[in-house]
């Protein structure tokens, strides 16, 4: 685990020293956006243009960030049109690396094993995180954008002229919606499992887990009576969800103690977990190899030994039984 520091890397694990024992998540730096032809961006510069084969996405198939970009090219067919680089789940001294094993898949650029390569080419000077998810432009040899929130917005819509399968996730109408319940998902669950897990004090550890379970227990209660979490269909807000959800029971329950309950003791999320599981786009995109290997195996201050367990067994092809609620199939 590391950073750069002016263009050079250095190993250094998060510093909760200085924020009371409380982890806190740094802002994402590159944010261009690529955009359907010339149009001008949601931040008022132009865009980048949409092009067939243009943009190289880099993931990891363990980090729930970058599985909500890979979720949205499976969604819109986009695997022709954004090839894609995958990370190997280890994340050491070196960050993440192109380490060949079992899934692994170098990026087209000549001379790069490791991501934090890929970020100094982009800027020969970056300070920061070396993150996933990365949309980078192959033919300008730059980081278009590493933030996952955007670039679900950009795979939603920016291709359809190129033949991208049709389906909005984030539709206008239901916009305000989405944004606020992804407020809350996101402080509380998506990264309240990080602020639990990285808290070095007690009472960090516990500021973070109390609301990430008043949030599920909230949730629970609202996919009880309704099939999806904004309107009545799948959105943007379930994928950032549901990225979450699929690796808590075998990680975040142990690995980051967040074990008030788990998954599988709500009936209503553990079910909409295993329909939005079983869709036939997004089976093939959860590597529980990568997903466990990944924490256990990265993060030693909180695993020495890199032990990865064996459980919990999880049964996600057992029916969902939502059929009967409000809302569209997925
Ligand atoms: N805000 C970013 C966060 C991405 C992120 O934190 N990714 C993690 C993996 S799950 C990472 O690459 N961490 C490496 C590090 O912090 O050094 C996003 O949503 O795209």
């Given at each position: 685990?590391?950073?750069?520091?002016?263009?050079?890397?250095?190993?250094?694990?998060?510093d909760t020293a200085a924020s009371g024992g409380r982890f806190v998540r740094s802002t994402s730096v590159f944010r261009?956006?690529?955009t359907r032809g010339n149009a001008v961006a949601p931040d008022g510069r132009p865009g980048v243009p949409a092009e067939r084969g243009r943009y190289l996405l880099i993931v990891s198939h363990a980090c729930p960030w970058a599985h909500r970009t890979l979720i949205l090219r499976a969604?819109?067919?986009?695997e022709d049109h954004i090839p894609l680089a995958v990370v190997h789940w280890r994340m050491l001294e070196e960050g993440w690396t192109f380490e060949?094993?079992?899934?692994?898949?170098?990026?087209?650029?000549?001379?790069?094993?490791?991501l934090h390569e890929v970020y100094t080419r982009a800027d020969p000077t970056y300070t920061g995180r070396v993150t996933v998810p990365v949309l980078y432009d192959l033919s300008d040899g730059t980081i278009v954008n590493n933030e996952s929130s955007e670039i679900i917005r950009m795979l939603n819509g920016a291709f359809d002229d190129l033949g991208?399968?049709?389906?909005?996730?984030?539709?206008?109408?239901?916009?305000?919606?989405?944004?606020a319940v992804n407020a809350r998902v996101y402080d509380s669950v998506n990264n309240g499992v990080?602020?639990?897990?990285?808290?070095?004090?007690?009472?960090?550890?516990?500021?973070?887990?109390?609301?990430?379970?008043?949030?599920?227990?909230?949730?629970?209660?609202?996919?009880?009576?309704?099939?999806?979490?904004?309107?009545?269909?799948?959105?943007?807000?379930?994928?950032r969800l549901f990225t979450t959800l699929i690796r808590f029971d075998?990680?975040?329950?142990?690995?980051?103690?967040?074990?008030?309950?788990?998954i599988a003791d709500y009936p209503a999320l553990s079910g909409y977990v295993r329909e939005i599981y079983q869709h036939p786009a997004i089976r093939p995109i959860v590597h529980f190899d990568h997903i466990k290997g990944h924490y256990y195996e990265s993060h030693r201050t909180i695993n020495p030994t890199a032990i990865v367990p064996l459980g919990p067994v999880l049964d996600l092809d057992a029916p969902h039984g939502r059929d009967g609620l409000p809302g569209l199939r997925l």
């Open positions: 685990m590391g950073m750069l520091v002016d263009g050079v890397w250095t190993d250094r694990w998060y261009r956006w690529t969604l819109k067919g986009l060949p094993g079992p899934g692994v898949v170098p990026p087209p650029i000549p001379g790069v094993t490791r991208a399968l049709p389906g909005d996730y984030s539709p206008e109408h239901l916009r305000a919606e989405i944004d990080y602020k639990a897990g990285f808290a070095t004090t007690q009472a960090a550890y516990e500021e973070a887990v109390r609301p990430l379970f008043e949030t599920l227990d909230w949730l629970e209660a609202r996919l009880s009576t309704r099939r999806w979490l904004v309107g009545d269909r799948f959105t943007e807000a379930d994928v075998a990680v975040y329950v142990g690995h980051f103690k967040c074990n008030l309950r788990r």
